[in-house]
């Protein structure tokens, strides 16, 4: 069965890549086409005087092409399953250098199938030993740069905080991915606010507690260790969670999500709250250019589901193991202000490293809070919005009067993900 030309575009490692695919889907820039069932291949005259060797196994897909691109697929495979999605490459006999790819291709799957699962262990526990020292030599630089910055003070900084930038590059260059994202959040702090020196030790003290829990990480408790791991950077396989991680089985409320953008990845967090429980639940997932995020949690919905937990301290992100179908949820029952704040110590106090805590307030009212915006309860205390959040669509809903919302609350104050009006669920 051909392809449609939106499944092809899907392949495109990017917006770019995609573009470029469509300008080579013409058939004046291809000869010796040909397809069969498992591949379609085509010579595409590029800037050369020999014309690039293009070849796709539909299979996987997997795909070659003798043009210089590190791009997978390039744009000459691109446009040539381009060109076959609309039918205008035919039917053929496989020449010999498609069909000696094709062999070798398949003879490498059946070596691959008959080797033993003990060499493969072998070879994923080396490239665990050879990370793992990686990650130790850049933690103990980092802890090293840390204790000059004592010494020298943090003044230096604001002159220069792409000097925040340069470690963080280093920590990508030793696979310790978290302690990278932790420096570029640092890295914009220096001259940003009066405040800016209290905010970035803040930061730069979390930091070195997280790499020291590191050298000591063999000896924590096994979930502390888990977060220290998860918060340097090490990754935990979705089929070990799915496999082992802890299981819930709740109703579920979506309190709502939030989208960000960062290098050109797409990521969603929504949270769940469960009924009976009160647990929450943090699902993530990604999305790369051309790609879309997950639409199947919709904000003030409820649904009957199993999750399963990643191993953590505090254990908040989850993957759905298993779900019915949504239906229109009512508006929750939520705490204070108070209580709100106590949670997010309860949650800081087991994992300090937590950058954001769920929340729902119920009877808050949208209010000036010195020069910006913040919710308040009828006992006067008072949390303030972040910043940058827009309060608008929270104050047209209110219309000064209560509300019930679900929020994250983070040092930077308060970002409601949605409120109720009446049992009516509105996205902020």
């Known amino acids: 069965m051909r392809w449609t030309a939106e499944q092809v575009l899907g392949l495109a490692p990017d917006e770019a890549s995609a573009r470029a695919g469509r300008a080579q889907a013409s058939?004046?820039?291809w000869s010796a086409t040909g397809s069969t069932a498992d591949a379609v291949w085509g010579l595409c005259q590029g800037s050369g005087k020999a014309p690039y060797q293009v070849v796709v196994d539909l299979g996987e897909p997997a795909f070659r092409c003798t043009c210089?691109?590190?791009k997978f697929p390039c744009k000459h495979s691109l446009g040539l399953l381009l060109l076959w999605a609309e039918g205008a490459v035919t039917e053929a006999d496989e020449p010999e250098w498609v069909d000696?790819?094709?062999?070798e291709r398949a003879a490498r799957t059946r070596k691959a199938a008959a080797e033993p699962g003990e060499r493969d262990e072998a070879a994923a526990a080396t490239r665990a030993a050879r990370r793992a020292s990686r990650v130790a030599g850049g933690v103990a630089e980092l802890l090293g740069w840390?204790?000059?910055q004592v010494t020298t003070g943090l003044a230096a900084l604001d002159q220069s905080p792409d000097v925040l930038y340069g470690v963080a590059a280093r920590m990508v260059d030793a696979q310790a991915g978290g302690l990278a994202t932790a420096l570029r959040r640092a890295a914009v702090m220096p001259g940003r606010g009066r405040d800016w020196p209290s905010r970035l030790l803040?930061?730069?003290?979390?930091?070195?507690?997280l790499a020291?829990?590191?050298e000591r990480v063999d000896e924590l408790p096994d979930a502390l260790a888990a977060t220290v791991r998860t918060r340097i950077g090490f990754s935990t396989d979705t089929a070990d969670v799915l496999a082992n991680g802890e299981r819930v089985s709740d109703e579920w409320l979506v309190a709502g999500h939030v989208d960000q953008e960062s290098e050109q990845l797409l990521s969603r967090r929504v949270w769940l709250r469960g009924v009976a429980s009160g647990r929450w639940a943090l699902v993530l997932s990604f999305a790369g250019p051309g790609r879309t995020l997950d639409t199947t949690l919709i904000?003030?919905?409820r649904l009957r589901a199993e999750l399963a937990f990643y191993p953590a301290a505090l254990p908040l992100r989850a993957l759905v193991a298993d779900k019915g179908d949504p239906a229109l949820a009512t508006c929750p029952a939520g705490g204070d202000i108070a209580g709100a704040l106590a949670e997010y110590a309860a949650a800081v106090a087991t994992d300090p490293w937590v950058e954001r805590v769920p929340v729902v307030l119920a009877d808050v009212v949208p209010v000036r809070v010195g020069g910006g915006w913040g919710l308040s309860s009828s006992d006067g205390s008072a949390l303030p919005l972040g910043v940058g959040v827009d309060p608008w669509a929270l104050l047209a809903v209110s219309g000064g009067l209560p509300v019930t919302v679900t929020a994250e609350l983070s040092p930077s104050g308060l970002r409601p993900l949605a409120c109720w009006d009446g049992d009516r669920a509105v996205r902020l």
């Open 27 to 29: 058939a004046a820039r």
């Open 68 to 70: 210089p691109s590190r």
């Open 100 to 103: 000696a790819w094709l062999r």
């Open 146 to 148: 840390l204790d000059d």
């Open 202 to 209: 803040e930061e730069l003290a979390l930091l070195r507690a």
């Open 212 to 214: 020291k829990a590191y």
């Open 299 to 301: 904000g003030g919905t």
